[in-house]
């Protein structure tokens, strides 16, 4: 669905944030895209939902490129962005605004998901907390049915057990049509429900394979200090470690210590795949 080949983008002529960027995106996958801040996570989702539009390389969705911001393009694509301004309005007069923008939403599906985050359709949206906001926005966002979907730092400002439904609920609303992209630095909110995982660090992507894939080329465990681990950190009594998985052993993937480990040694520990 989404395709990005050659892709080279800056904010001005001196600074390229992105350098030749590729990456294919298809149907059916929750993709995690994780990156170190300022890695360019955010800009690219824009580039992908048009907002800003690449120096050279293509975006495409669906075929067409994205910056040509084509409405029968544009109302298949849902961006739930970081920052966001919401007007003086109950949250039913919203949707009756919004919601023909997109034409396969579903109302019963939005009533279900603000019965889920406790919200009611009479609530004024400038009056809700930032949490109850990125709830709104998450159940309006679910209820496009939106092929392409991209979620920038969901999780932020959401409470422990928020942070739970969201998972929940975001597990029981994607489709097998559907492409969900989840930018994030906190890994350890979304580490049950991502699969592929992205990591973007210096204008390309530097890994990018799925769970599975992971499991079944590396090894996540304690290890001793001074051994022969492709990257190891120090944790509460002792070391954990990656280390490449010869035995076809299965342990927990450890989201932040892949992605420490990948920005720290990306070069070692993508030639495990190639082997």
């Not at 994205?66 to 309005?89: F, G, K, M, N, T």
């Not at 009479?122 to 092929?147: D, E, H, I, P, V």
């Not at 979620?151 to 932020?156: A, I, L």
Request: proline fraction near 4%.
């Amino acid at each position: 669905m989404v395709s990005i080949k050659k892709l080279s983008f800056g904010y001005n002529k001196k600074q390229r944030l992105f350098d030749q960027l590729d990456l294919e995106l298809a149907p059916g996958n929750i993709y995690g895209l994780l990156g170190k801040n300022g890695a360019g996570k955010t800009t690219l989702l824009r580039i992908i939902s048009g907002l800003v539009f690449p120096r050279s390389g293509a975006c495409t969705v669906s075929g067409y490129a994205s910056s040509d911001r084509l409405p029968s393009v544009l109302q298949d694509i849902y961006l739930l962005p970081e920052e966001y301004h919401l007007p003086a309005l109950r949250i039913d007069s919203y949707v009756s605004v919004n919601a023909p923008f997109y034409n396969r939403f579903d109302h019963d599906k939005f009533s279900w998901l603000l019965g889920e985050f406790q919200l009611h359709p009479k609530n004024m949206l400038n009056q809700l907390s930032y949490g109850q906001k990125k709830k709104f926005l998450l159940a309006f966002g679910l209820s496009t049915n939106s092929r392409l979907m991209l979620m920038d730092e969901p999780t932020n400002g959401l409470d422990i057990p928020s942070k739970s439904q969201f998972r929940r609920v975001i597990a029981a609303s994607i489709s097998e049509e559907q492409v969900l992209v989840i930018s994030t630095h906190q890994v350890r909110d979304l580490e049950s429900l991502i699969d592929p995982v992205i990591i973007i660090d210096g204008g390309k992507i530097i890994f990018n394979q799925s769970v599975e894939h992971i499991s079944r080329h590396l090894l996540f465990e304690p290890v001793k200090e001074g051994g022969r681990a492709l990257y190891a950190e120090e944790t509460f009594g002792g070391y954990a470690g990656i280390l490449p998985n010869t035995s076809g052993k299965e342990t927990r993937l450890d989201l932040e210590l892949l992605f420490n480990g990948v920005t720290a040694n990306s070069k070692e520990i993508n030639q495990v795949f190639e082997n």
